[in-house]
């Protein structure tokens, strides 16, 4: 199973809702990782968990909050936000490797929020 | 700083070979990938280089220089599902990924 799903799919949210995206994989990848990403421009990245422990965050704004509640799950929690921040949300998984090479990142379909 | 530059579009025709290039200035380099994203889809990985030189995968090739910064993706024998954008990204730092700025093909009957 290759497969990264992702909920919901598509998102409306008004300014002063509380929403969470949700994103699970199960082939064993302790990296797992949120990408934002606008109308043909690249993947940003925002946040990468390792053994479920935040390992990066990209001076992303305090109103998304990642959370690793174990190794399969990923969340991220929106509150507040504001419409610019309307875009695809991806989110990626990957084999871990502290010290060495990389391996490639599998996506998911991602989640398309539209904040109103 | 961290820049990675891909062309903005191409249009080849179907059967011809088209190059991406892709040029990268980075504070570090642990390995180049090379995605492909259909519009409205997630990116898929077609390749990765890590060492410099060529690695082949079927109608795709994907070439490294380290000392030059610059790596390419040859597609051979185009077909129209290769009409897609192409992503360069550079791994410079355990799991910190920096896509490109992305390549939007378009193949042509």
């Known amino acids: 199973d290759t497969e990264v799903t992702q909920t919901p799919k598509h998102l409306v949210m008004g300014m002063t809702n509380k929403k969470s995206l949700k994103c699970e994989q199960h082939m064993g990848h302790r990296a797992m990782y949120w990408y934002k990403q606008k109308a043909k421009k690249p993947p940003e990245l925002m946040f990468v968990?390792?053994?479920?422990?935040?390992?990066i965050n990209e001076s992303v704004p305090s109103r998304f909050s990642p959370e690793c509640p174990n190794s399969s799950l990923l969340n991220l929690h929106l509150h507040a936000l504001q419409p610019e921040d309307s875009a695809l949300y991806l989110c990626a998984s990957s084999q871990e490797n502290l010290r060495g090479p990389t391996y490639e990142q599998y996506f998911g379909p991602g989640t398309r929020l539209t904040v109103t | 700083g961290q820049n990675i530059d891909q062309p903005t579009e191409m249009t080849a025709t179907e059967g011809a070979i088209v190059q991406i290039n892709c040029t990268y200035q980075?504070?570090?380099?642990?390995?180049l990938f090379w995605y492909q994203q259909h519009a409205g889809e997630a990116p898929t990985f077609l390749s990765y280089?890590?060492?410099?030189g060529l690695e082949e995968k079927g109608r795709f090739s994907s070439f490294l220089s380290r000392s030059k910064g610059y790596s390419y993706l040859l597609l051979k024998e185009l077909q129209m599902k290769d009409s897609a954008s192409y992503l360069c990204a550079v791994t410079s730092g355990t799991y910190k990924y920096i896509f490109g700025t992305g390549t939007r093909l378009k193949v042509l009957a």
């Open positions: 968990y390792s053994y479920e422990k935040l390992s």
């Open positions: 280089n890590v060492l410099d």
């Open positions: 980075t504070s570090g380099f642990n390995g």
